[in-house]
């Protein structure tokens, strides 16, 4: 069965420092890849995705993401985060109409 | 704006109750699905409906009813409410099963007392 790993429950950044939010997945394929993001009381917000081709792909909000097979990994970066990005990110995979979300990531921005 | 539409916003309910939660979307998006969120658990899928005139059961079924009314509309209905139920309803739509990504509504706070 096909996973999603976020090994970072909480992070917490300086405003203006960069940013990488890890993402792992376990599946034989290469999936399709998402990261989303939510407010608090909002619902997710599709930041970005992977399909195929290049690996390095560019999001809403200054966000990108590098799909790296051989580590099964979809991390996701931000060079210069804002006070405003503090909210809780998740990564999805997607394989045969199924998807799993992971349980998310809380990003915490210091003034 | 374009988007996914869900009602009510917040909702509580005593056990044994009945409710359903409307969902609806003006993308013409071809699926559509009911998800719940909670702390530690992360996001569970209820029911899918991978285009008009189908559903299937998700990860989490059980005391959970859905109808996909037409294209636009996809409704959750909980017939006798118990405490577990409560969560953070949310319901999402894709062009079709898992191509694009998915367009998520703002959610429903339901609480069962």
């Known amino acids: 069965a096909q996973s999603v790993t976020q090994p970072d429950i909480h992070i ?7 940013l990488e939010l890890r993402c792992n997945y376990s599946y034989g394929a290469t999936p399709y890849l998402f990261w989303y993001v939510q407010s608090p009381g909002q619902g997710l917000q599709l930041l970005l995705k992977y399909f195929s081709g ?3 792909v560019q999001g809403i909000k200054g966000f990108e993401a590098e799909f790296k097979r ?13 006070w405003s990005d503090a909210a809780e990110y998740f990564c999805a995979v997607e394989h045969a109409g199924k998807s799993t979300f992971g349980d ?5 921005v210091k003034p | 704006n374009a988007g996914v539409t869900q009602t009510p916003k917040f909702q509580v ?9 409307q969902c609806a979307q003006d993308m013409n998006h071809n699926s559509m699905y ?10 569970r899928l209820i029911y899918y409906s991978a285009s008009e005139g189908t559903t299937d059961k998700g990860e989490v079924p059980n005391g959970y009813n859905v109808s996909r009314l ?3 509309e996809f409704s959750l209905r909980l017939e006798s409410a118990a405490p577990s139920q409560t969560s953070v309803y949310f319901c ?11 367009t998520f509504g703002s959610g429903t706070r339901l609480t069962v007392v």
Do not use: C, I
């Open chain 2, 13 to 21: 309910l005593k056990t044994g109750q009945s409710m359903t939660l």
């Open chain 2, 70 to 72: 037409n294209k636009r």
């Open chain 1, 12 to 18: 917490t950044v300086s405003e203006g420092a960069s």
């Open chain 2, 34 to 43: 009911w998800y719940r969120q909670d702390p530690g658990m992360g996001l």
């Open chain 2, 92 to 102: 999402a739509s894709s062009e079709s099963r898992g191509l694009g990504g998915y």
């Open chain 1, 104 to 108: 998310g990531t809380t990003l915490t």
């Open chain 1, 70 to 82: 051989s580590q099964s990994s979809f991390n996701l970066r931000k060079p210069s985060v804002h």
């Open chain 1, 54 to 56: 290049d690996t390095l």
